[in-house]
């Protein structure tokens, strides 16, 4: 299985301020269709998990401007370039190359 | 529009034995890799089981031989039987839609609730 691992656990941003999360891959998530099979998701409180990116760096429709990913390979990145008081909850990336479908440990954000 | 709605869940015994659904509109079941979720009380995801357009199945290894996902095409409607329950699949269960070919959930369910104790 590819082990997904996330840091930091969690996070306290001002509103207004960066922040970003790391995604390591145990293995390469490049496929032989050229595309990279990583997502990220954010699960607020007391809600099933939303779409944010996939692809690495493609965000869903209605995904605001504000949220981007980065990266290749086995390291990724996703970026809040001004945190919201919305964008509190926790946020997994999830590999979806091979089965099982893999996530991270998730990390929560939460507003200073 | 998409949505799903999972139902089916409750209060059951180890060893037990129960069935989920998930009734999908905005879309026909059959045309998408659907999948389920689940998530322990308090902790991450975990991915249970998908079912491809070609009808083949998977599991992860700590469900395999005890849950079966199947799907209704007529009623547009994704299953989980789950049966020989244990306590560690306590969690709740969501049901996902993939999207451009990927078992990435694109759309997700808003959970039912399974809890395994005596």
């Known amino acids: 299985d590819i082990v997904m691992t996330q840091t930091p656990l969690s996070l306290s941003v001002t509103p207004g301020q960066p922040a970003s999360i790391s995604c390591k891959s145990s293995q390469s998530l490049l496929h032989s269709d050229g595309k990279t099979h990583l997502y990220w998701y954010l699960q607020k409180p007391g809600q099933p998990p939303q779409p944010l990116i996939y692809e690495v760096s493609n965000r869903f429709s209605g995904v605001p401007d504000r949220f981007s990913g980065s990266g290749s390979g086995t390291d990724f990145t996703l970026k809040i370039s001004r945190v919201e008081a919305e964008d509190v909850g926790v946020y997994y990336c999830m590999q979806s190359i091979q089965l099982p479908l893999t996530f991270g440990g998730g990390t929560k954000v939460e507003i200073k | 529009?998409?949505?799903?709605?999972?139902?089916?869940?409750?209060?059951?015994?180890?060893?037990?034995?129960?069935?989920?659904?998930?009734?999908?509109?905005?879309?026909?079941?059959?045309?998408?890799?659907?999948?389920?979720?689940?998530?322990?009380?308090?902790?991450?995801?975990?991915?249970?089981?998908?079912?491809?357009?070609?009808?083949?199945?998977?599991?992860?290894?700590?469900?395999?031989?005890?849950?079966?996902?199947?799907?209704?095409?007529?009623?547009?409607?994704?299953y989980l039987q789950m049966n020989s329950l244990r306590v560690e699949d306590t969690a709740v269960y969501y049901c996902g839609r993939g999207d451009g070919g990927s078992s990435a959930p694109r759309n997700w369910g808003q959970g039912t609730l399974v809890t395994v104790s005596s």
């Open chain 2, 1 to 78: 529009e998409v949505q799903l709605v999972e139902t089916g869940g409750g209060l059951i015994q180890p060893g037990g034995s129960l069935r989920l659904s998930c009734a999908a509109s905005g879309f026909t079941v059959s045309s998408k890799y659907m999948s389920w979720v689940r998530q322990a009380p308090g902790k991450g995801l975990e991915w249970v089981s998908v079912i491809y357009t070609d009808d083949s199945t998977y599991y992860a290894d700590s469900v395999k031989g005890r849950f079966t996902i199947s799907r209704d095409n007529s009623q547009s409607t994704l």
